[in-house]
């Protein structure tokens, strides 16, 4: 079954301290994973993609095929990162564009 | 703006009565999908489209019905066979399909309630 998992609904760290938010998918193919973040009163956006291999606002995020995980990372945490997080997957033959969308996990940094 | 246009922002359905969510996009986007997003469940596809006269159903297409007459719209009604209709719709588009997946863009979304 193809599947994405965020365990925490809720994370909530100090400013200046790691986040991992957690991601695991179950999906057969090959898989394309994409983060998505909605701040508060803000769209839904992409934050980042790993076939770009990139880092966005300081995050990062390595897709890991043994352990089918795509977590998100960042090494000091700032209060505007507050915000929820979406983990996604690429499903589908010949590339439809269809996503599989973890449940979110809300990060909360105080200050 | 440009971007992915939803409305209304609010809308209010009657017992047994269709309505229609509207989903416009200026991105010249060949592809739209229609999400529902629940608390604590994510967003779950409703229908997609990937071109212009076609439509495909996503994970919970029962009780919703869609038309692509025309490449910047995607309309979505929520006919009286949906019984659980009250959630927040997000319309998305993207560039569509070919040798890597494009992101989705998304729109403000609209909340949908039972009187």
């Known amino acids: 079954a193809q599947r994405v998992t965020q365990p925490e609904k809720l994370l909530s760290v100090f400013k200046g301290a790691p986040v991992e938010l957690k991601c695991n998918y179950s999906y057969s193919g090959s898989p394309e994973l994409f983060w998505y973040v909605q701040y508060s009163r803000q769209r839904l956006q992409l934050l980042l993609r790993h076939i770009s291999r990139e880092s966005i606002k300081g995050f990062t995020a390595d897709l890991n095929k043994g352990e089918t995980s795509f977590h998100l990372k960042k090494p000091f945490a700032q209060e505007e990162d507050s915000a929820m997080y979406y983990c996604?997957?690429?499903?589908?033959?010949?590339?439809?564009?269809?996503?599989?969308f973890g449940q979110g996990t809300t990060l909360q940094v105080k200050p | 703006d440009g971007g992915i246009t939803q409305s209304p922002k609010y809308l209010f359905r009657k017992e047994g009565q269709n309505v229609t969510l509207s989903c416009e996009q200026n991105?010249?986007?060949?592809?739209m999908y229609w999400y529902r997003q629940d608390p604590g469940q994510g967003l779950r596809l409703i229908y997609y489209s990937q071109i212009v006269n076609d439509f495909q159903k996503g994970d919970i297409a029962e009780g919703y019905s869609v038309s692509r007459e025309k490449k910047e719209s995607f309309p979505l009604t929520v006919t009286s066979a949906q019984k659980n209709p009250t959630a927040f719709y997000l319309c998305a588009s993207s560039r569509g399909t070919g040798v890597s997946n494009q992101p989705q863009h998304f729109g403000d979304g609209t909340r949908l309630s039972i009187l």
């Open positions: 996604a997957l690429s499903v589908g033959p010949g590339n439809t564009g269809k996503l599989i």
């Open positions: 991105l010249n986007h060949d592809a």
